[in-house]
């Protein structure tokens, strides 16, 4: 038993050391720009809700290994106006926002394993918290994004990154009335997405 805990040890300790000599930290601060994306509210004066594009900032903080997958977190966040809109009718401003997305993101690159040029896909998974102003409690919404890009590092420790993303944040759940073809009609739950897209640029720090 003892030779066998000190056997464990010893190859917990040797994958410990290979994992950190093959891992290294990526941060990233970047700015761009966010499409404004709207939903609806069936049954209230106001029918239509939209934010107007704005500009989205933010940071990253993700682990990059030796293969072509890397794990991220990231806060984005836009600053907008939230607008009103009747049916039939003109957009009324309410109140400023901050829209806020918290994301874990799952990189795939698509190039030569740490080549200095790298497209990449990406999948990102969270939460997006609408923060109206002033006064005003906040609500949060699951959220996930769909993107890709590309990564250029100009020197081992010092890049830039591109990247355009499809973000989809799930607003409400409502009744819907569907009828078939032969009259018969059933109340079906119908899941309401507002989508926006998100077009950035950033600097690539790696250590």
Not at 8 to 20: D, E, G, P, Q, W
Not at 179 to 200: A, K
Request: proline share 2%.
């Amino acid at each position: 038993m003892k030779r066998a805990k000190i056997l464990f040890v010893v190859i917990l300790i040797a994958f410990v050391s290979k994992t950190a000599g093959a891992t290294q930290f990526e941060f990233m601060s970047f700015a761009g720009l966010r499409t404004g994306g709207h939903f609806s509210v069936t049954g209230e004066d106001f029918v239509k809700f939209s934010f107007d594009d704005g500009l989205a900032y933010g940071l990253t903080f993700g682990i990059v290994t030796r293969g072509n997958l890397q794990v991220e977190f990231m806060w984005s966040r836009e600053d907008s106006l939230l607008r009103a809109s009747l049916l039939g009718g003109s957009g009324l401003e309410l109140f400023d926002v901050h829209v806020d997305q918290y994301h874990v993101n799952f990189i795939i690159f698509l190039g030569q394993d740490m080549s200095r040029v790298q497209p990449y896909l990406l999948l990102g998974l969270g939460a997006t918290y609408f923060d109206p102003k002033p006064n005003i409690s906040g609500e949060t919404r699951f959220s996930w994004s769909l993107g890709g890009g590309v990564k250029m590092m100009f020197h081992d420790m010092v890049g830039l990154r591109l990247q355009a993303k499809w973000i989809s944040t799930y607003i409400n759940t409502s009744d819907y009335l569907f009828c078939d073809y032969w009259g018969y009609c059933y109340v079906l739950p119908l899941n309401q997405y507002m989508n926006q897209g998100e077009f950035i640029a950033g600097l690539v720090f790696r250590f």
